[in-house]
């Protein structure tokens, strides 16, 4: 089912001399890393969000041309067929330098991760060499107005009509779908069993009759977050992923995927730069409040380097111990509940660090203006990807094994189950 990434063995490049040609290509092709370009959730005009958004397909077909695009992807459908250590070797050269942000989460992972765990092979042909390629940017129709983070609880039906099904319902919390080209969806295709065994999974586009996006503004003027209508959305039998009402065996391996993320042996990202995307560092934003003296304030930034370094190592571990086998996949949900109390607490700190001034900031305010904004969005880190309510359900159940919560509606035929107050 999976692909198997691990095998340094049957490549013919070793990791080091991969390392060395990555490095000499990164300095003699690539720009600095420029935070205020990359995909995050930040009050920008339309147009400038769009051009970031096309300079991402020219910066990804770049890699592609390069030879460095879908590092540890099968040769099959693209990539370059190494292991995910050279991945990380190349992530780890690309520190400080620019990189194609938005073709990395969640088209690479974990869309092109589930098409290559489920997907056919006519699937995986069509789509995943259009992502390396920097011409089909992916994302997850997944969560639902009325589920909250109850996935296996979507309402989104899909009705087979022939040799189609015809898909109505909304999804919501969907980053960047004003700007992306195909999604992966969930949906109910039998109301008759319990909730967890009448899904299936398709692929669509998201610009096609029938599909509406609309922008939803945050509470700091950012209007990535989109909600979509899907209405008599017409897809074909083979576009759909997986079997048909089996369609939480792939949203289980889906969650895995989208709670490794930044350490998915799938994406290029520069090492070290995961919790400071979009934000200028507490040292920064001490430097431009006039505090990097005070005691205090280097308290601070020692308690945010600190969380920064800790996850670092417990990313890694996990990520290591899940590949060598000694820890199930679930452990990944560890690693998102990290990084929901990490980043939490690290917009916090900068917050402090800024002091009043970050309560009311302009935009030429630097460091300031960014931790004010982060303070704001912070609890983002708790959501998106999974909420850590549900991240500590799963280590409490699937790894720690106590006792499942119970459910009253384990075992209800999902048409049964009163949502809304009524039955």
């Known amino acids: 089912m999976s692909v198997d990434v691990s095998d340094v063995a049957a490549v013919a490049e070793d990791v080091e001399s991969f390392r060395t040609r990555a490095r000499e290509w990164i300095r003699g092709n690539l720009g600095p890393f420029r935070p205020e370009t990359a995909m995050g959730l930040r009050s920008v005009p339309a147009e400038e969000e769009l051009a970031a958004v096309a300079y991402d397909r020219q910066l990804q077909r770049k890699v592609y041309d390069a030879g460095f695009a879908g590092i540890a992807i099968p040769r099959e459908y693209g990539g370059q067929g190494l292991t995910a250590a050279h991945q990380r070797a190349f992530n780890e050269e690309l520190a400080g330098y620019e990189c194609a942000t938005r073709f990395q989460i969640p088209t690479m992972c974990p869309c092109a991760a589930v098409l290559l765990d489920f997907g056919t092979e006519e699937q995986k042909i069509r789509h995943i060499p259009a992502m390396l390629r920097g011409e089909e940017i992916w994302m997850q129709f997944l969560s639902e107005p009325s589920g909250g983070s109850d996935v296996a609880g979507a309402l989104t039906s899909a009705v087979r009509d022939g040799d189609e099904w015809v898909l109505n319902g909304s999804k919501v919390w969907t980053t960047g779908a004003w700007w992306s080209d195909w999604a992966l ?73 989208e709670r490794t993320l930044f350490n998915s042996p799938y994406v290029t990202y520069p090492q070290g730069q995961v919790h400071t995307v979009a934000d200028a560092s507490p040292a920064d934003i001490a430097r431009d409040a006039g505090v990097l003296d005070d005691p205090r304030a280097r308290d601070l930034i020692g308690e945010a380097r600190t969380l920064d370094v800790v996850g670092d190592a417990l990313m890694q571990r996990i990520a290591g111990g899940m590949r060598a086998g000694r820890i199930s996949d679930q452990s990944a949900a560890i690693g998102r509940l990290y990084r929901g109390i990490a980043g939490t607490r690290t917009a916090t700190i900068k917050f402090d660090i800024a002091g009043p001034d970050a309560a009311a900031w302009s935009d030429d305010d630097g460091g300031i203006s960014q931790a004010g904004n982060g303070f704001l969005m912070r609890q983002t880190a708790c959501i998106g990807g999974g909420t850590t309510e549900m991240a500590r359900n799963v280590i409490s159940e699937r790894v720690l094994g106590f006792p499942r919560e119970q459910l ?16």
């Open 408 to 423: 009253p509606d384990r075992n209800v035929p999902f048409r049964e189950v009163p949502r809304g107050g009524s039955r």
């Open 185 to 257: 969806c969930l949906a109910r295709t039998n109301w008759d069993v319990p909730k967890h065994r009448g899904l299936s999974v398709f692929i669509l586009p998201i610009k096609q009759s029938g599909v509406d996006v609309h922008q939803i503004e945050m509470l700091n003027g950012a209007k990535d977050f989109c909600q979509e209508f899907l209405t008599d959305v017409r897809v074909p039998d083979t576009d759909r992923v997986g079997a048909v009402d089996d369609g939480w065996t792939v949203v289980t391996r889906w969650m895995f995927h």
